[in-house]
């Protein structure tokens, strides 16, 4: 068995080792529409498209477009990959239209968002809410049923596979091993209630929709087929667990601790096998560790009075222990930097700050667990006589509830956890400014064209136009800015006046590479100069 541990580590030292580092698995981010944001129209489009880095998921109701008083627009929407198309059925009119939009990413995590643009000329007033986070952030509801899901899954499993892997086979022990089957029992009943009560909490979190529309059928039917086949797989795995040969009952465990790792972040995380593989070793792990404690706990006292049973189990515990805590950490650590992908998105997101908590928490776990393994299991195996072991395994007993409950401050963790997804940072490119920044003559204006930050992801775009004399200028019309590279065309940038010459307007810059700027401006009434700036963004 040592071998075999040491074999998977080594495996899974060698994976992280070599293989090459992925993208992040964050929410799916929009990178181009058309028309694009402040568009001015001269007629109604007759669809119009969202481009994103990643496949998406379309939900009931999820797009709505209204006209600038408010008033809803008929319309329909089709989802291809990385696409979503809106057709716009009703009659519109003139003026600001804006569509307000809201899909699922590929990790289940749901995203939102509004785009505006004209008809003939913009409105006036538009009196329509445009938040582009409305209703994105899990609810603490959701939270808290995932942590009972988890300590009813791991304890349940975790407490079965202690009693088939560890208690020995002797009639002896059979008062142990009934109560350690009331306890799975107890824990597989939590364990799918709240698999189970989770559904309708996901729906409601990714379709964004009161709790009115679970009587829909409609509602039901846009969740993907996980959500339903992982409680489903939970619940038969746990009552395979309830069973008597021990087979079934780890081949029950399997099931079940397989089961969480078909949803969420492995799903949206390459090379798709691998990660999946790894997050149920992790699970796995945690499960023998978690029910490992809690069975100790349980019987650790009884099975003192009965000679050297209880130092013969804690110390089968104990050898695989010391494995059990290394696949935790090494499956832990591939999956951190499967999903995060970067230390920014451990430094700068949510889903970051929660993992590093989480790693803290278990650090305790970690310490707690040592005290045990080398101060009191040797105190408890040099106990000669009956009250000398039944002190030692009740201060084994004390330190193991310890554990436990850290470990359960773990779990509690991981509850939230499952349901944030890490958005890193903008990667800023390595020069001192972190802008790129060129000039272009439009007759007599000269005009500075700045990228600030000069890196993927969210940027904006500047031009500021001056005179011979270096005084601001302005054109005969407001300047008109393009943004694209030779697979990429993300089309005219919405530019915002910020005084005299200068305009800016905000850009998602989707990849890397060599962008190119076409700056349009008209001088004159017959004369309209174009040059073009090139960044290379990192």
């Known amino acids: 068995m040592r071998r075999f541990l040491a074999g998977l580590l080594l495996a899974l030292t060698a994976v992280l080792v070599l293989a090459p580092a992925p993208p992040a698995a964050a929410h799916a981010t929009l990178i181009a529409t058309d028309p694009a944001e402040g568009a001015v129209l001269e007629t109604a489009p007759e669809q119009v498209t969202f481009s994103f880095n990643e496949s998406v998921i379309g939900v009931p109701a999820g797009i709505t477009v209204f006209d600038a008083t408010g008033t809803e627009i008929a319309s329909s929407a089709t989802v291809r990959d990385a696409q979503l198309i ?45 938040s582009s986070d409305t209703d994105t952030d899990a609810p603490v509801l959701l939270g808290v049923v995932r942590w009972l899901a988890y300590v009813g899954l791991l304890v349940a499993a975790g407490v079965a596979g202690f009693s088939a892997l560890f208690l020995p086979l002797d009639p002896a022990v059979e008062g142990a091993r009934r109560r350690l089957r009331s306890t799975v029992r107890l824990a597989a009943v939590v364990a799918v209630l709240a698999w189970w009560a989770a559904v309708p909490l996901v729906a409601l979190y990714q379709l964004g929709l009161a709790a009115s529309a679970l009587g829909d059928g409609s509602t039901w039917s846009a969740l993907a087929l996980g959500e339903y086949v992982v409680p489903a797989a939970v619940t038969v795995g746990l009552a395979l667990t309830l069973g008597a040969r021990r087979g079934l009952v780890l081949g029950g465990c399997a099931v079940a601790l397989a089961a969480p790792s078909l949803t969420g972040h492995t799903r949206a995380t390459s090379p798709e096998a691998l990660v999946i593989a790894v997050d149920v070793l992790h699970l796995a792990a945690g499960a023998l560790w978690l029910g490992g404690l809690v069975a100790l706990a349980l019987v650790l006292r009884d099975l003192s009075g009965r000679g050297e049973t209880a130092a013969v189990v804690l110390s089968r515990f104990s050898t695989w222990a010391a494995g059990i805590l290394a696949v935790l950490v090494v499956a832990g650590s591939v999956m951190a930097w499967r999903v995060a992908g970067s230390l920014d998105a451990l430094l700068d997101t949510t889903y970051g700050t929660l993992l590093i908590v989480k790693i803290l928490v278990v650090l305790v776990a970690v310490a707690i667990a040592a005290w045990n393994r080398f101060a009191l299991l040797p105190r408890l195996r040099g106990a000669d006589r009956t009250a000398e072991r039944t002190t030692a395994a009740a201060s084994v007993v004390r ?140």
């Open 86 to 130: 809106v057709s716009l059925d009703g009659e519109v009119d003139e003026g600001t239209l804006v569509v307000v939009w809201r899909l699922v990413s590929a990790d289940g995590h749901p995203i939102g968002g509004s785009l505006s643009f004209s008809v003939g000329a913009p409105s006036d007033v538009v009196d329509v809410p445009t």
């Open 399 to 538: 330190t193991t509830y310890a554990e436990a409950a850290v470990l359960l401050a773990v779990l509690l963790v991981t509850g939230f956890l499952v349901d944030r997804s890490p958005e890193p940072t903008v990667a800023v490119a390595s020069s001192s400014t972190g802008t790129g920044s060129d000039s272009v003559q439009l007759d007599d204006i000269t005009g500075e064209v700045t990228l600030e930050p000069l890196g993927v992801g969210p940027a904006t775009l500047t031009l500021t136009m001056t005179d011979e004399a270096g005084q601001p200028a302005e054109g005969h019309e407001a300047p008109r800015m393009s943004l694209s590279t030779d697979d990429v065309d993300l089309g005219a940038v919405s530019l915002t006046n910020l005084g005299p010459g200068i305009y800016s307007g905000d850009v998602v810059l989707p990849t890397a590479g060599t962008w190119e700027v076409q700056v349009s401006l008209r001088t004159t009434e017959f004369d309209n100069p174009v040059q073009t700036v090139t960044f290379e963004v990192p």
